[in-house]
């Protein structure tokens, strides 16, 4: 079974301030993603990474990815209130497009 | 664009009643959508892919009996939780493939089982 697991699992910051959230996994996925996910809505996607490094970025955020599709951290500078919520990262699982596993997820609280 | 919408946002049923709730898509085609289930403070679980014009296929250990799926049309997919039980009661999330590795989350339906 693939698992992702992310770190950590809480993070309350003040405006302004940088952070980083990890998400590591002992096997490699066709593609990785990080999602925003407010109460009561679904996930928004951020950024996917896929076979090759290539990169597509849809947000504000910035992303690092270590060994590609298997360990990834992403990177927030000058976090505003806006950016509360659980961030998700995502595997595709490669045997089927598509079908992704999460993390359990990073719950943000920025602090006006 | 890339846009999913869910019907209903939240729904009360008593026990061992049917609901059935539908994603769409509303400015593409999917030939493939998801299904998810979340807990309240955990993280989402995939049930079942939904194939339009072929049956679904579902993850070990959920029920294809109890979570019915028709993806009726390229722009709509249906889950019906049957004989509903309060352990069923869940934040239920579809998704549709918009393009490779890009796919978009409805916004999710409440679901309460008394």
Not at chain 1, 20 to 45: A, D, M
Not at chain 2, 9 to 22: A, F, H, L, R, Y
């Amino acid at each position: 079974t693939q698992l992702l697991e992310q770190s950590p699992q809480f993070l309350s910051i003040q405006e302004g301030e940088n952070l980083t959230v990890y998400c590591n996994s002992s096997s490699v996925f066709s593609s990785l993603q990080w999602y925003r996910q407010e109460p009561g809505e679904g996930p928004v996607l951020l950024v996917t990474v896929v076979t090759g490094g290539e990169v597509k970025k849809l947000k504000r955020p910035t992303f690092q990815f270590g060994d590609a599709r298997k360990d990834s951290s992403l990177h927030i500078t000058a976090a505003q209130p806006g950016d509360t919520g659980l961030y998700l990262c995502a595997g595709d699982r490669g045997t089927s497009y598509g079908k992704l596993t999460f993390g359990q997820g990073t719950i943000l609280t920025v602090h006006p | 664009g890339a846009v999913v919408s869910q019907h209903p946002s939240w729904v009360i049923c008593k026990s061992g009643t049917s609901v059935k709730i539908e994603c769409r898509s509303l400015d593409f085609q999917a030939t493939t959508m998801f299904w998810y289930r979340q807990f309240p403070k955990q993280s989402l679980m995939l049930m079942a892919t939904s194939n339009e014009g072929s049956k679904a296929t579902y993850e070990q250990g959920v029920e294809k009996d109890k979570f019915l799926i028709n993806h009726a049309s390229l722009t709509l997919s249906t889950l019906t939780v049957t004989s509903a039980h309060p352990e069923d009661s869940s934040f239920y999330i579809c998704s549709a493939d918009y393009r490779p590795y890009e796919q978009y989350f409805g916004p999710g339906t409440r679901l309460t089982v008394t």
